[in-house]
Protein backbone atom coordinates (compact mmCIF):
# COMPACT_ATOMS: atom_id res chain seq x y z
CA UNK A 1 0.00 0.00 0.00
CA UNK A 2 1.12 3.20 -1.01
CA UNK A 3 0.62 6.54 1.31
CA UNK A 4 -2.57 7.31 2.62
CA UNK A 5 -3.55 9.98 4.78
CA UNK A 6 -6.35 11.62 6.09
CA UNK A 7 -7.58 15.18 4.36
CA UNK A 8 -9.44 17.78 6.62
CA UNK A 9 -11.03 19.46 3.15
CA UNK A 10 -12.61 15.99 2.04
CA UNK A 11 -13.30 14.61 5.64
CA UNK A 12 -11.46 11.40 3.98
CA UNK A 13 -8.36 9.13 3.91
CA UNK A 14 -7.01 9.57 0.78
CA UNK A 15 -4.33 8.36 -1.62
CA UNK A 16 -1.13 10.67 -1.40
CA UNK A 17 -0.43 12.19 -4.69
CA UNK A 18 1.87 14.81 -4.81
CA UNK A 19 1.75 17.57 -7.63
CA UNK A 20 5.33 17.59 -8.42
CA UNK A 21 6.67 14.18 -7.35
CA UNK A 22 8.96 13.55 -6.23
CA UNK A 23 9.14 16.75 -4.49
CA UNK A 24 6.26 17.28 -1.80
CA UNK A 25 5.71 21.51 -0.69
CA UNK A 26 4.60 20.99 3.14
CA UNK A 27 3.28 23.75 5.40
CA UNK A 28 3.02 23.92 9.20
CA UNK A 29 1.99 26.74 11.05
CA UNK A 30 4.75 27.93 13.68
CA UNK A 31 4.37 29.11 16.90
CA UNK A 32 3.26 32.92 18.19
CA UNK A 33 6.84 33.97 20.10
CA UNK A 34 5.52 35.48 23.02
CA UNK A 35 5.90 32.18 25.57
CA UNK A 36 7.16 28.73 25.49
CA UNK A 37 5.76 26.57 23.41
CA UNK A 38 3.27 24.21 25.97
CA UNK A 39 2.88 20.46 25.52
CA UNK A 40 -0.56 21.11 23.81
CA UNK A 41 1.97 22.52 21.05
CA UNK A 42 5.24 20.27 21.52
CA UNK A 43 2.31 17.17 20.17
CA UNK A 44 1.09 19.14 16.78
CA UNK A 45 5.47 19.76 15.83
CA UNK A 46 5.84 16.08 16.82
CA UNK A 47 2.63 14.59 14.75
CA UNK A 48 3.89 17.30 11.70
CA UNK A 49 7.83 15.82 12.32
CA UNK A 50 6.65 12.00 11.90
CA UNK A 51 4.30 13.42 8.48
CA UNK A 52 7.56 14.50 7.58
CA UNK A 53 9.59 11.47 8.47
CA UNK A 54 7.12 9.41 6.53
CA UNK A 55 7.18 11.34 3.37
CA UNK A 56 11.00 10.85 3.73
CA UNK A 57 10.81 7.09 4.06
CA UNK A 58 8.59 6.77 0.62
CA UNK A 59 11.57 8.30 -0.75
CA UNK A 60 9.55 11.64 -1.26
CA UNK A 61 12.09 15.02 -1.51
CA UNK A 62 9.88 17.41 1.03
CA UNK A 63 10.41 21.20 1.25
CA UNK A 64 9.04 22.29 4.51
CA UNK A 65 8.07 25.48 5.34
CA UNK A 66 7.21 27.27 9.06
CA UNK A 67 6.64 30.87 10.02
CA UNK A 68 7.31 32.20 13.11
CA UNK A 69 4.38 34.86 14.07
CA UNK A 70 6.60 37.63 15.84
CA UNK A 71 4.09 39.93 15.06
CA UNK A 72 1.38 41.12 17.78
CA UNK A 73 -1.34 39.45 17.53
CA UNK A 74 -4.71 39.50 19.85
CA UNK A 75 -5.57 35.95 21.93
CA UNK A 76 -8.62 35.50 20.31
CA UNK A 77 -8.30 34.08 16.89
CA UNK A 78 -11.00 36.45 15.47
CA UNK A 79 -9.41 39.91 15.89
CA UNK A 80 -10.69 40.35 19.65
CA UNK A 81 -8.45 40.23 22.49
CA UNK A 82 -5.36 41.76 23.77
CA UNK A 83 -2.02 41.62 21.62
CA UNK A 84 -0.04 38.27 22.96
CA UNK A 85 3.50 39.92 22.02
CA UNK A 86 2.93 42.82 24.23
CA UNK A 87 1.44 40.94 26.75
CA UNK A 88 4.75 39.28 26.85
CA UNK A 89 6.74 42.39 26.98
CA UNK A 90 5.09 43.99 29.86
CA UNK A 91 5.38 40.69 31.76
CA UNK A 92 9.15 40.34 31.11
CA UNK A 93 10.05 44.05 31.26
CA UNK A 94 11.63 43.89 27.67
CA UNK A 95 10.58 44.87 24.33
CA UNK A 96 8.45 43.10 21.86
CA UNK A 97 11.46 42.23 19.61
CA UNK A 98 13.37 40.68 22.48
CA UNK A 99 10.43 38.67 23.72
CA UNK A 100 10.43 36.93 19.85
CA UNK A 101 14.36 36.62 20.01
CA UNK A 102 14.49 34.90 23.48
CA UNK A 103 11.03 32.46 22.50
CA UNK A 104 12.23 31.75 19.05
CA UNK A 105 15.43 30.16 19.81
CA UNK A 106 13.57 28.36 23.26
CA UNK A 107 11.14 27.16 20.52
CA UNK A 108 14.23 25.87 18.41
CA UNK A 109 15.96 24.16 21.32
CA UNK A 110 12.89 22.49 21.93
CA UNK A 111 12.69 21.09 18.75
CA UNK A 112 15.93 19.93 18.79
CA UNK A 113 14.95 18.06 22.06
CA UNK A 114 12.49 16.39 20.75
CA UNK A 115 14.71 14.96 17.78
CA UNK A 116 12.66 17.01 15.42
CA UNK A 117 13.86 17.48 12.13
CA UNK A 118 14.40 21.04 11.38
CA UNK A 119 12.62 22.81 8.37
CA UNK A 120 13.66 23.79 5.37
CA UNK A 121 12.98 27.19 5.73
CA UNK A 122 12.24 29.54 9.04
CA UNK A 123 10.38 32.15 8.19
CA UNK A 124 9.56 35.75 10.03
CA UNK A 125 6.25 37.51 9.57
CA UNK A 126 8.10 40.84 10.25
CA UNK A 127 10.36 39.97 8.04
CA UNK A 128 8.08 39.42 5.46
CA UNK A 129 5.69 42.71 5.23
CA UNK A 130 6.79 43.48 1.78
CA UNK A 131 5.11 40.34 0.91
CA UNK A 132 2.09 40.44 3.18
CA UNK A 133 1.04 44.08 1.78
CA UNK A 134 1.35 43.00 -1.87
CA UNK A 135 -1.17 40.29 -0.79
CA UNK A 136 -3.90 42.80 -0.28
CA UNK A 137 -2.97 44.76 -3.02
CA UNK A 138 -3.47 42.09 -4.85
CA UNK A 139 -7.15 41.28 -3.17
CA UNK A 140 -8.08 44.99 -3.21
CA UNK A 141 -7.42 44.68 -7.09
CA UNK A 142 -10.08 41.76 -7.51
CA UNK A 143 -12.36 43.28 -5.41
CA UNK A 144 -12.08 41.33 -1.95
CA UNK A 145 -11.46 44.06 0.51
CA UNK A 146 -13.36 47.14 2.26
CA UNK A 147 -11.77 49.65 4.30
CA UNK A 148 -13.94 50.64 7.07
CA UNK A 149 -12.66 52.19 10.99
CA UNK A 150 -8.56 52.20 9.67
CA UNK A 151 -8.62 48.64 9.35
CA UNK A 152 -8.54 46.78 5.41
CA UNK A 153 -11.28 43.54 5.80
CA UNK A 154 -11.35 40.62 3.69
CA UNK A 155 -15.15 40.45 2.95
CA UNK A 156 -16.16 36.99 2.77
CA UNK A 157 -19.60 37.34 1.07
CA UNK A 158 -17.32 37.63 -2.26
CA UNK A 159 -15.94 33.90 -2.21
CA UNK A 160 -18.49 31.75 -2.78
CA UNK A 161 -16.88 29.05 -1.17
CA UNK A 162 -15.71 30.81 1.99
CA UNK A 163 -15.74 28.00 4.87
CA UNK A 164 -14.88 24.88 2.77
CA UNK A 165 -12.44 23.09 5.26
CA UNK A 166 -14.64 24.17 7.91
CA UNK A 167 -18.05 22.26 8.64
CA UNK A 168 -20.83 24.99 8.26
CA UNK A 169 -22.42 23.83 11.83
CA UNK A 170 -19.17 23.92 13.48
CA UNK A 171 -17.95 27.22 11.65
CA UNK A 172 -20.91 29.06 12.51
CA UNK A 173 -21.28 27.84 16.27
CA UNK A 174 -17.33 29.09 16.85
CA UNK A 175 -17.95 32.30 14.95
CA UNK A 176 -21.18 32.86 17.40
CA UNK A 177 -18.70 33.16 20.38
CA UNK A 178 -16.64 35.92 18.87
CA UNK A 179 -17.44 39.30 19.83
CA UNK A 180 -19.00 41.46 17.34
CA UNK A 181 -16.86 43.91 15.48
CA UNK A 182 -19.76 46.86 14.19
CA UNK A 183 -17.29 47.84 11.25
CA UNK A 184 -17.34 43.94 9.93
CA UNK A 185 -20.10 43.77 6.86
CA UNK A 186 -20.25 40.17 7.58
CA UNK A 187 -20.11 38.00 10.50
CA UNK A 188 -16.88 36.00 9.54
CA UNK A 189 -15.06 38.70 7.30
CA UNK A 190 -11.52 39.52 9.05
CA UNK A 191 -8.87 41.91 9.30
CA UNK A 192 -5.91 41.77 6.57
CA UNK A 193 -4.73 45.25 8.21
CA UNK A 194 -4.74 47.33 10.84
CA UNK A 195 -3.76 51.06 11.13
CA UNK A 196 -6.15 51.83 13.99
CA UNK A 197 -5.20 49.59 17.05
CA UNK A 198 -7.29 47.86 19.45
CA UNK A 199 -4.83 48.09 22.26
CA UNK A 200 -2.08 50.87 22.99
CA UNK A 201 1.43 51.51 22.66
CA UNK A 202 1.77 48.60 19.61
CA UNK A 203 5.32 48.72 19.00
CA UNK A 204 5.68 46.54 15.64
CA UNK A 205 4.29 48.94 12.96
CA UNK A 206 5.12 49.28 9.39
CA UNK A 207 4.18 52.47 6.75
CA UNK A 208 1.56 51.14 4.25
CA UNK A 209 -0.62 52.56 1.68
CA UNK A 210 -3.30 52.35 3.68
CA UNK A 211 -1.75 54.83 6.44
CA UNK A 212 1.47 55.70 7.93
CA UNK A 213 2.17 53.07 10.78
CA UNK A 214 0.45 49.71 10.96
CA UNK A 215 0.13 45.85 10.99
CA UNK A 216 -0.81 42.74 9.15
CA UNK A 217 -4.02 40.38 10.35
CA UNK A 218 -2.83 37.34 11.77
CA UNK A 219 -3.94 34.88 8.96
CA UNK A 220 -2.17 36.86 6.23
CA UNK A 221 1.41 36.22 7.04
CA UNK A 222 1.28 32.12 6.52
CA UNK A 223 -0.43 32.58 2.91
CA UNK A 224 2.16 35.37 1.76
CA UNK A 225 5.25 33.52 3.14
CA UNK A 226 3.57 29.83 1.64
CA UNK A 227 3.02 31.48 -1.09
CA UNK A 228 6.77 33.21 -1.72
CA UNK A 229 8.44 29.32 -0.46
CA UNK A 230 6.27 26.76 -1.93
CA UNK A 231 4.64 28.48 -4.55
CA UNK A 232 0.58 29.38 -5.60
CA UNK A 233 -0.30 26.14 -5.20
CA UNK A 234 1.26 23.08 -3.17
CA UNK A 235 0.53 19.93 -1.69
CA UNK A 236 -0.02 19.52 2.38
CA UNK A 237 -0.78 22.34 4.93
CA UNK A 238 -1.20 21.51 8.96
CA UNK A 239 -2.15 22.94 12.55
CA UNK A 240 -3.90 21.49 15.04
CA UNK A 241 -7.80 21.19 14.98
CA UNK A 242 -8.53 24.77 16.30
CA UNK A 243 -7.20 26.15 13.30
CA UNK A 244 -9.77 24.33 11.27
CA UNK A 245 -12.71 27.15 11.59
CA UNK A 246 -10.78 30.21 11.35
CA UNK A 247 -7.11 30.63 10.95
CA UNK A 248 -7.31 28.18 7.87
CA UNK A 249 -10.55 28.78 6.42
CA UNK A 250 -9.46 32.30 6.54
CA UNK A 251 -5.40 31.48 4.73
CA UNK A 252 -7.64 29.53 2.08
CA UNK A 253 -10.20 32.55 1.26
CA UNK A 254 -7.02 35.02 1.03
CA UNK A 255 -5.27 32.86 -1.03
CA UNK A 256 -7.44 31.51 -3.49
CA UNK A 257 -9.05 34.73 -4.05
CA UNK A 258 -5.77 36.40 -4.51
CA UNK A 259 -4.67 33.73 -6.98
CA UNK A 260 -7.71 32.91 -8.37
CA UNK A 261 -6.20 29.11 -8.29
CA UNK A 262 -7.90 26.41 -6.66
CA UNK A 263 -7.01 24.74 -4.60
CA UNK A 264 -4.19 26.15 -2.83
CA UNK A 265 -3.25 23.22 -1.00
CA UNK A 266 -4.25 19.88 -2.15
CA UNK A 267 -3.69 17.99 1.73
CA UNK A 268 -5.15 20.19 5.00
CA UNK A 269 -3.95 17.85 7.75
CA UNK A 270 -4.75 18.52 11.68
CA UNK A 271 -3.90 17.12 14.67
CA UNK A 272 -6.24 16.42 17.61
CA UNK A 273 -5.18 17.95 20.74
CA UNK A 274 -4.01 16.84 24.43
CA UNK A 275 -6.10 17.45 27.16
CA UNK A 276 -6.71 16.45 30.79
CA UNK A 277 -7.94 14.73 32.83
CA UNK A 278 -11.55 16.56 32.67
CA UNK A 279 -11.35 16.30 28.44
CA UNK A 280 -10.12 20.46 28.50
CA UNK A 281 -7.51 21.21 26.25
CA UNK A 282 -4.15 22.39 27.81
CA UNK A 283 -3.89 25.97 26.49
CA UNK A 284 -2.36 28.96 27.70
CA UNK A 285 -5.81 30.35 28.10
CA UNK A 286 -6.76 27.77 30.30
CA UNK A 287 -3.89 28.59 32.53
CA UNK A 288 -3.18 24.44 32.90
CA UNK A 289 0.52 24.15 30.63
CA UNK A 290 3.32 21.96 31.24
CA UNK A 291 6.57 22.97 29.33
CA UNK A 292 9.62 20.91 28.32
CA UNK A 293 11.89 22.57 30.66
CA UNK A 294 9.27 21.62 33.26
CA UNK A 295 9.22 17.54 32.98
CA UNK A 296 12.78 17.30 32.73
CA UNK A 297 12.88 18.88 36.03
CA UNK A 298 10.45 16.09 37.09
CA UNK A 299 12.98 13.73 35.29
CA UNK A 300 10.98 13.03 32.36
CA UNK A 301 13.03 13.47 29.13
CA UNK A 302 11.60 15.30 26.09
CA UNK A 303 12.07 11.92 24.08
CA UNK A 304 9.84 10.09 26.59
CA UNK A 305 7.54 12.73 25.42
CA UNK A 306 8.11 11.93 22.10
CA UNK A 307 6.91 8.15 22.78
CA UNK A 308 4.06 9.08 24.57
CA UNK A 309 2.55 10.89 21.64
CA UNK A 310 3.72 8.63 19.50
CA UNK A 311 1.49 5.73 21.68
CA UNK A 312 -1.92 7.61 20.59
CA UNK A 313 -3.17 8.12 16.94
CA UNK A 314 -2.54 12.00 15.94
CA UNK A 315 -6.32 12.25 15.33
CA UNK A 316 -7.43 11.15 18.34
CA UNK A 317 -7.53 13.00 21.92
CA UNK A 318 -4.47 12.29 23.92
CA UNK A 319 -4.78 12.38 27.70
CA UNK A 320 -2.21 13.96 29.45
CA UNK A 321 -1.26 12.02 32.90
CA UNK A 322 1.66 11.61 35.29
CA UNK A 323 1.21 7.97 35.54
CA UNK A 324 0.82 7.38 31.76
CA UNK A 325 4.29 9.79 31.15
CA UNK A 326 6.33 7.77 33.35
CA UNK A 327 4.77 4.33 31.84
CA UNK A 328 6.15 5.96 28.69
CA UNK A 329 9.34 6.85 30.58
CA UNK A 330 10.22 3.14 31.76
CA UNK A 331 8.86 1.66 28.15
CA UNK A 332 11.54 3.59 26.65
CA UNK A 333 14.52 3.25 29.22
CA UNK A 334 13.50 -0.45 28.35
CA UNK A 335 13.80 -0.38 24.66
CA UNK A 336 17.25 1.38 25.01
CA UNK A 337 18.31 -1.52 27.28
CA UNK A 338 17.07 -4.06 25.03
CA UNK A 339 18.87 -1.92 22.13
CA UNK A 340 22.00 -2.29 24.07
CA UNK A 341 22.01 -5.68 24.42
CA UNK A 342 20.85 -5.91 21.05
CA UNK A 343 23.85 -3.86 19.59
CA UNK A 344 26.49 -6.09 21.08
CA UNK A 345 25.28 -9.33 19.39
CA UNK A 346 27.41 -10.65 16.75
CA UNK A 347 26.58 -11.03 13.25
CA UNK A 348 23.69 -13.36 12.68
CA UNK A 349 21.07 -13.85 9.81
CA UNK A 350 20.41 -11.77 7.72
CA UNK A 351 17.37 -10.48 5.70
CA UNK A 352 15.29 -13.40 6.39
CA UNK A 353 11.86 -13.75 5.54
CA UNK A 354 10.40 -12.52 9.10
CA UNK A 355 12.87 -9.82 8.86
CA UNK A 356 11.16 -8.67 5.52
CA UNK A 357 7.33 -9.61 6.92
CA UNK A 358 8.07 -7.16 9.88
CA UNK A 359 9.46 -4.49 7.55
CA UNK A 360 6.59 -4.80 5.08
CA UNK A 361 3.88 -4.69 8.49
CA UNK A 362 5.78 -1.52 9.94
CA UNK A 363 5.45 0.31 6.74
CA UNK A 364 1.76 -0.55 6.07
CA UNK A 365 1.13 0.77 9.52
CA UNK A 366 2.95 4.23 8.98
CA UNK A 367 1.34 3.94 5.47
CA UNK A 368 -2.16 3.85 6.91
CA UNK A 369 -2.50 7.51 8.02
CA UNK A 370 0.47 7.35 10.10
CA UNK A 371 -0.45 5.06 12.50
CA UNK A 372 2.51 5.23 15.44
CA UNK A 373 0.64 3.07 18.05
CA UNK A 374 0.30 0.11 15.72
CA UNK A 375 4.14 0.99 14.33
CA UNK A 376 5.57 0.62 17.73
CA UNK A 377 3.28 -2.43 18.84
CA UNK A 378 5.59 -4.20 15.85
CA UNK A 379 8.55 -2.83 17.63
CA UNK A 380 7.91 -4.37 20.49
CA UNK A 381 7.16 -8.05 18.90
CA UNK A 382 10.15 -8.05 17.17
CA UNK A 383 11.83 -7.57 20.81
CA UNK A 384 9.58 -10.74 21.60
CA UNK A 385 10.10 -13.04 18.38
CA UNK A 386 12.55 -15.57 18.63
CA UNK A 387 12.44 -16.42 14.97
CA UNK A 388 15.07 -13.35 14.45
CA UNK A 389 18.42 -12.88 15.15
CA UNK A 390 19.49 -10.68 17.58
CA UNK A 391 21.45 -8.35 14.81
CA UNK A 392 19.04 -8.44 12.44
CA UNK A 393 16.10 -7.47 15.43
CA UNK A 394 19.09 -4.37 15.87
CA UNK A 395 18.95 -3.17 12.18
CA UNK A 396 15.15 -3.40 11.70
CA UNK A 397 14.82 -0.85 14.75
CA UNK A 398 17.32 1.40 13.73
CA UNK A 399 15.13 1.47 10.77
CA UNK A 400 12.08 1.89 12.56
CA UNK A 401 13.40 4.81 14.11
CA UNK A 402 14.17 7.05 11.05
CA UNK A 403 10.40 7.68 11.49
CA UNK A 404 10.43 7.26 15.26
CA UNK A 405 12.42 9.10 15.93
CA UNK A 406 13.48 7.94 19.77
CA UNK A 407 16.86 8.41 19.50
CA UNK A 408 17.49 4.66 19.37
CA UNK A 409 20.54 5.43 16.53
CA UNK A 410 23.11 7.20 18.79
CA UNK A 411 22.36 4.97 21.78
CA UNK A 412 26.18 3.58 23.10
CA UNK A 413 26.61 2.71 26.61
CA UNK A 414 26.78 5.46 29.20
CA UNK A 415 29.62 6.79 31.09
CA UNK A 416 28.56 8.41 34.39
CA UNK A 417 30.15 12.26 34.08
CA UNK A 418 32.29 12.58 37.02
CA UNK A 419 30.36 15.75 38.64
CA UNK A 420 27.49 12.91 39.11
CA UNK A 421 29.12 10.51 40.84
CA UNK A 422 30.65 13.49 43.07
CA UNK A 423 27.00 14.12 43.95
CA UNK A 424 26.24 10.46 44.35
CA UNK A 425 28.85 9.95 47.04
CA UNK A 426 27.78 12.97 48.52
CA UNK A 427 24.14 12.09 49.24
CA UNK A 428 25.88 8.43 50.54
CA UNK A 429 27.32 10.79 52.69
CA UNK A 430 24.67 12.90 53.86
CA UNK A 431 22.76 9.33 54.28
CA UNK A 432 25.50 8.01 56.67
CA UNK A 433 24.96 11.15 58.64
CA UNK A 434 21.01 10.53 58.42
CA UNK A 435 20.69 14.45 56.93
CA UNK A 436 17.73 13.00 54.98
CA UNK A 437 17.07 16.38 53.83
CA UNK A 438 20.51 16.92 52.09
CA UNK A 439 20.12 13.34 50.95
CA UNK A 440 16.96 14.00 49.43
CA UNK A 441 17.72 17.52 47.17
CA UNK A 442 21.13 15.96 46.33
CA UNK A 443 18.91 13.24 44.97
CA UNK A 444 16.83 15.76 43.00
CA UNK A 445 19.46 17.43 42.05
CA UNK A 446 20.91 14.13 40.25
CA UNK A 447 17.45 13.62 38.48
CA UNK A 448 17.45 17.23 37.17
CA UNK A 449 20.41 16.12 35.48
CA UNK A 450 19.00 12.97 33.82
CA UNK A 451 20.15 10.53 36.22
CA UNK A 452 18.38 8.19 38.88
CA UNK A 453 20.24 6.85 42.06
CA UNK A 454 19.57 3.70 43.89
CA UNK A 455 20.69 2.61 47.39
CA UNK A 456 22.62 -0.94 47.27
CA UNK A 457 24.06 -2.93 50.17
CA UNK A 458 27.51 -4.50 48.55
CA UNK A 459 28.13 -6.80 51.91
CA UNK A 460 27.79 -5.21 54.98
CA UNK A 461 28.66 -2.00 53.30
CA UNK A 462 26.40 0.85 51.73
CA UNK A 463 26.66 1.60 48.28
CA UNK A 464 24.86 3.62 45.49
CA UNK A 465 24.19 2.36 41.59
CA UNK A 466 23.42 5.50 39.04
CA UNK A 467 21.89 5.05 35.98
CA UNK A 468 20.70 7.18 33.10
CA UNK A 469 16.81 8.20 33.95
P1 LIG B 1 -0.26 28.56 18.67
O1 LIG B 1 1.11 29.02 19.09
O2 LIG B 1 -1.33 28.86 19.68
O3 LIG B 1 -0.63 29.00 17.27
O4 LIG B 1 -0.22 26.97 18.64
C1 LIG B 1 0.77 26.26 17.92
C2 LIG B 1 0.23 24.90 17.51
O5 LIG B 1 -0.16 24.13 18.64
C3 LIG B 1 -1.03 25.01 16.64
O6 LIG B 1 -0.92 24.09 15.57
C4 LIG B 1 -2.15 24.63 17.58
O7 LIG B 1 -3.22 24.07 16.87
C5 LIG B 1 -1.47 23.60 18.45
N1 LIG B 1 -2.08 23.40 19.77
C6 LIG B 1 -2.45 24.32 20.68
N2 LIG B 1 -2.94 23.74 21.81
C7 LIG B 1 -2.86 22.40 21.61
C8 LIG B 1 -3.19 21.24 22.43
N3 LIG B 1 -3.67 21.32 23.65
N4 LIG B 1 -2.97 20.01 21.88
C9 LIG B 1 -2.44 19.87 20.64
N5 LIG B 1 -2.11 20.91 19.84
C10 LIG B 1 -2.31 22.16 20.31
ZN1 LIG C 1 -0.83 29.59 9.79
Redesign the pocket.
Known amino acids: MGLVIYNTLTRKKEPFVPSHPPKVGLYT ?1 G ?2 VYNF ?2 L ?2 L ?2 YIFEDVLKRVLLWNKFKVKQVMNI ?1 DVGHLTSDADTGIDKMLLGAQREKKTVWQVAEFYTKAFQDDLKRLNILPPTTWCKATEHIKEQIALIQKLEKKGYTYFRGGNVYFDTSKLRDYGKLALLERQTETQARVEKDPNKKNQHDFVLWFTTSKFQEQEMKWPSPWGPAGYPGWHLECSAMAIKYLGEQFDIHC ?5 IPVHHTNEIAQSEAATGKKPWVKYWLH ?5 LAEGK ?4 SAGNILTLAELEQQGIHPLDYRYFCLGTHYRVPLMFSPAALEGAHHSRKKLREKVLELKKEKEGKKDSAVAKKYLHQFTEQINDDLNTPQALATMWEILKDEELGGKEKYVLLRQFDEILGLGLQKIREEKIPPEITKLAEERLNARRRKDWKKADELRQKIQRQGYTVGDTKEGPKESYEIKRA
Open positions: CPTAHGNRSTGGIDHNEFLVRMGK
